[in-house]
């Protein structure tokens, strides 16, 4: 079977295109989540993520999007990703520029995953299997782990994750899952604090019972997200 030219950029434009029209649809689009993250490694500030999360359509035929601009330690990120109405991923992309230059893009083909990374040193495409509860994760990118933390609640299996610009799939654990107090500007909220375990990394996250994300940590990474208060 032939395949069109690979351009990511051209389907991260559609994605982002589809997000920005959607306001106009009263009653189909409802924002879930917006906000922004102050970005932390090793103790310093070294970025800022901003994103959105909506979701568009009603019902079964309902999808979910979520578009971020992120600036990290001299790389810039605008990943858009596309999921079904229980949060299965669909359809991801993402342009990295400064430091460090890819396109990368995602998309489920019946019962696989195809990703393609585009770079200056070179294309490449990787298939994945796919499983019921898929998720994306980019290991600096806080708003994903609002879809994951959707699975986080069925402890009973495996979570998988895609991590596309390191070409890698990954099974997770929740290995804990406890309330915690959080202290978010001067509001506390309450809070459950998991810890996931896979494919060698520990992720420790704290969601409040709106399932926003308040903070992510990746201790083997020495890096840390932390929610905003609304109007910082």
Do not use: C, K
Not at 11 to 17: D, N, Q, R, S, T
Not at 66 to 79: F, K
Not at 87 to 106: C, D, I, K, P, W
Not at 159 to 165: E, K, N, Q
């Amino acid at each position: 079977m032939s395949h069109p030219p690979f351009s990511p950029l051209r389907g991260i434009v559609a994605l982002l295109a589809l997000v920005a029209t959607a306001a106009p649809l009263v009653g189909q689009n409802v924002t879930l989540d917006e906000g922004r993250f102050a970005l932390f490694r090793g103790g310093r500030e070294v970025g800022t993520e901003t994103f959105t999360i909506h979701r568009v359509g009603m019902g079964n035929d309902a999808r979910l999007l979520a578009s971020g601009t992120i600036s990290y330690d001299g790389v810039e990120m605008r990943p858009a990703l596309e999921t079904r109405p229980d949060f299965v991923l669909t359809r991801y992309q993402n342009e990295m520029t400064g430091s460090r230059s890819a396109e990368l893009s995602v998309v489920l083909d019946g019962n696989r995953y195809v990703s393609r990374m585009s770079a200056p040193e070179g294309d490449l495409q990787r298939e994945y299997r796919a499983a019921p509860r898929t998720s994306v994760l980019e290991n600096y990118i806080a708003h994903h782990y609002y879809f994951l933390a959707r699975f986080a609640d069925e402890a009973s299996t495996p979570l998988v994750v895609l991590v596309p610009a390191e070409g890698e799939q990954a099974r997770l654990e929740v290995v804990s899952s406890e309330p915690e107090p959080f202290q978010l500007g001067g509001e506390q909220l309450q809070s459950r604090h998991l810890r996931l375990q896979g494919g060698g990394v520990i992720r420790d996250l704290w969601v409040d019972d709106q399932g926003r994300v308040l903070r992510v940590e990746l201790p083997g990474l020495d890096f840390r997200a932390e929610r905003l208060p609304s109007g910082s």
